[in-house]
């Protein structure tokens, strides 16, 4: 049995060698470069698959890209003007919030009374001081940072403009987030918010003039170093005196948040004992 058995496999391998022997090497060479063809094919079609769908990827971003390049280039020639008209539009606030007093006192408006009234030759006779009160309230202000957060969404302000352009000078991408390291704008190193808020502190006076003192006196409000303005005002013609009677109602402001410090007034060149704080 066993004899058999090796019979067989001596059988089998002749057989094998049969096959291949009658195959002349050439006919060998032709089918192994057959079989190197076929597998360069296959692998160049998967990997021209793979970069034909990236390529139509890059067709579609194209255009968008060359958008915001366009953008950028538009930027950075630009970014003079944004980084001058933004340099000019702070000094514009600064100077309109340098306008607005620290803090306003009884002291700090006689003082201010009086010297109009020796500008225009005005005669004071009475003065009232009101209490102080918010020009608005913080519902309202709550309301209306909401109302302003959503007109002004995805607008960009000059800083942003500045930060997008100098990204794109340096070859980068602009993500418009804010770098967590600096403390917030409108906030100190310690947290706590330095928000503005505006004050009003009216006062109302009686007064006797003559005309152009009564337009030299509102000249020296508009020109004052601190913003203020006309509430109310009532005037009658006086024919025995030719001067005019009447009353007015300043509002004087006070900003909170300007880093500004209320310096209380000098009295030392005030008279004492006078019964007329104006005359």
């Known amino acids: 049995m066993a004899d058999r058995t090796e019979m067989n496999g001596r059988d089998g391998q002749n057989e094998k060698k049969t096959l291949l022997s009658g195959l002349d090497p050439k006919t060998g060479r032709l089918i192994q470069i057959l079989f190197v063809v076929l597998v360069v ?11 034909g769908t990236r390529s139509g990827e890059l067709i579609k971003e194209n255009p968008e890209l060359s958008t915001r390049v366009q953008q950028y280039k538009g930027l ?12 000019e539009l702070n000094r514009s606030t600064r100077a309109v919030l340098d306008r607005f007093s620290a803090g306003n006192t009884p002291e700090k408006t ?3 009374l009086d010297r109009m009234a020796n500008a225009s030759g005005m005669s004071i006779n009475t003065v009232e001081f009101g209490q102080e009160y918010p020009a608005i309230s913080r519902s309202e ?4 940072d909401q ?15 500045e930060a997008e352009a100098a990204a794109a000078e340096r070859g980068e991408t602009y993500s418009g987030e804010e770098d967590e390291s600096k403390p917030a704008e ?3 190193d310690n947290g706590k918010d330095d928000e503005r808020e505006l004050y009003v502190y009216p006062v109302t006076f009686s ?21 203020m303005s006309v509430e109310a005002f009532t005037s009658a013609y006086q024919e025995d005196t030719g001067d005019i009677a009447g009353s007015m109602t300043l509002n004087l402001y006070r900003l909170t948040g300007t880093g500004k410090t209320y310096v209380e007034p000098s009295l030392s060149g005030a008279p004492l004992g006078k019964t007329d704080l104006f005359a």
């Open 147 to 161: 109302s302003d957060k959503g007109v002004l969404e995805g607008v960009q302000t000059g800083d942003e403009l």
């Open 41 to 51: 094919l296959i692998t160049g079609m998967l990997i021209y698959g793979v970069l």
């Open 76 to 87: 950075v020639e630009q970014r003079d003007q944004l980084v001058s008209d933004t340099e």
């Open 186 to 188: 409108g906030t100190s």
């Open 207 to 227: 007064f006797n003039v003559s005309y152009p003192g009564l337009k030299a006196a509102l000249d020296y409000i508009a020109v004052n170093g601190e913003r």
């Open 141 to 144: 202000s709550s309301d209306e």
């Open 110 to 112: 006689i003082l201010f």
